[in-house]
């Protein structure tokens, strides 16, 4: 066994000269100031969250867009519900006509009732996207435009007899 040690020795050439000089004081710098650990920056850092807290939003938002409305149900659905949509807006915009202060609460309070059916359309929308028992709830949409008109009807109906109490009492006269 020493043979092959001595022989190992021999082959190889090993450091046995004295180090260079300075070599003990830069050692001792070396052990006095240790390398700091590098921390990430507060620059990247902040870089980092930024781009956490966009995917976070683009996600939420992608999430939340996932409903349905009648439209998108069939093409008969659209045409019905482009058919409330542009009757209720005209008759908004018949109503807008009759605005002044004497009728101003009577309006408010039934575009108030028609902002609850808006909200209740809306959560059926969400409904809807959930793809449990549609046809109920496209049933229950239809009915929530037609609730929406009927609304309109009355509030145009009492905006006339306001504004033209003699000329429905002789439509009343008539009718009977």
Do not use: C
Request: aromatic content about 10%; hydrophobic content about 35%; charged content about 30%.
């Amino acid at each position: 066994m020493e043979d092959k040690l001595h022989q190992f020795f021999k082959e190889n050439d090993f450091d046995v000269f004295e180090p260079h000089q300075g070599h003990l004081e830069r050692f001792q710098r070396k052990l006095e100031n240790p390398k700091r650990n590098k921390k990430p920056s507060i620059f990247w850092m902040s870089i980092a969250a930024s781009i956490v807290l966009m995917l976070g939003f683009y996600l939420g938002n992608y999430q939340q867009q996932k409903t349905y409305t009648l439209a998108d149900v069939s093409p008969k659905m659209a045409e019905a519900q482009n058919f409330f949509v542009t009757t209720i807006n005209q008759e908004l915009r018949e109503v807008e006509q009759y605005r002044n202060l004497d009728t101003e609460t009577v309006i408010e309070d039934s575009l108030n009732e028609i902002e609850e059916l808006e909200d209740q359309y809306n959560s059926l929308e969400k409904e809807l996207s959930k793809k449990e028992n549609k046809r109920q709830i496209i049933r229950e949409m239809i009915q929530n435009y037609q609730q929406r008109l009927d609304v309109l009807e009355r509030l145009l109906l009492q905006l006339e007899q306001l504004q033209n109490p003699a000329k429905l009492e002789l439509l009343d006269d008539e009718i009977i």
